[in-house]
């Protein structure tokens, strides 16, 4: 993805946050979107829509789908790619935590987010996984910044010292975070 005004795909996911919710279907956002927001910073080129689950409930994909397609006031429409934004929808779980709670939820002009712990803990998934650049910018932004409001339990120690070893910038934060839990 492009980068692209930071403030509409807030304005975006704030409609798709609000169609969601009346279909009382949890969900939060990540991505680069994130950090941009926390940052004041004009342009992202990312983000993400984690959608709750659970047993005895349609697939997310197949739940968002139908929320947008019963909802009077929202049509889809064929645009030039220089308006289209897309937002991937991911199954909790699978990114961010199976349970969208309001410990792993904060609220960023009313369109809900992972937390700061649960962001760092999907990114830094998706980093062991991509080895992207992207994904270490953003959680060096967020740990840095944010590292007292990191909860360490839900941190993959492992995986965590291994970003670490191959992105020094994080050591102090993340020894911080250590420091903060083991005093």
Same mark, same amino acid.
């Given at each position: ?6 403030? @509409?795909? &807030?304005?975006?996911? %704030? =409609? ?12 939060? #956002? ?67 935590? @199976?349970? &969208?709670?309001?410990? %792993? =939820? ?12 649960? #962001? ?64």
């Amino acid at each position: 993805m492009s980068a692209i005004e930071t403030s @509409r795909l &807030l304005q975006a996911a %704030a =409609v798709l946050s609000q169609l969601l919710r009346a279909k009382s279907i949890s969900h939060a #956002f990540y991505g680069s979107v994130f950090v941009a927001a926390l940052a004041n910073s004009p342009y992202c080129d990312e983000m993400f829509c984690i959608v709750e689950g659970g047993q005895g409930r349609p697939h997310a994909f197949r739940r968002v789908r139908d929320a947008i397609a019963t909802h009077d006031d929202f049509m889809i429409t064929m645009h030039p790619w220089t308006n289209r934004y897309h937002i991937e929808i991911l199954p909790a779980g699978e990114t961010g935590p @199976r349970i &969208l709670s309001g410990s %792993a =939820v904060m609220k960023i002009q009313t369109v809900p987010f992972l937390s700061i712990t649960e #962001f760092i803990r999907a990114k830094l998934k998706s980093w062991s996984i991509r080895g992207s650049a992207r994904d270490v910018g953003d959680i060096l932004f967020v740990l840095t910044r944010y590292w007292n409001r990191v909860d360490i339990n839900r941190i993959p120690e492992n995986d965590m010292n291994h970003f670490v070893a191959a992105n020094s910038a994080a050591a102090s934060a993340w020894l911080a975070v250590i420091k903060m839990y083991r005093t």
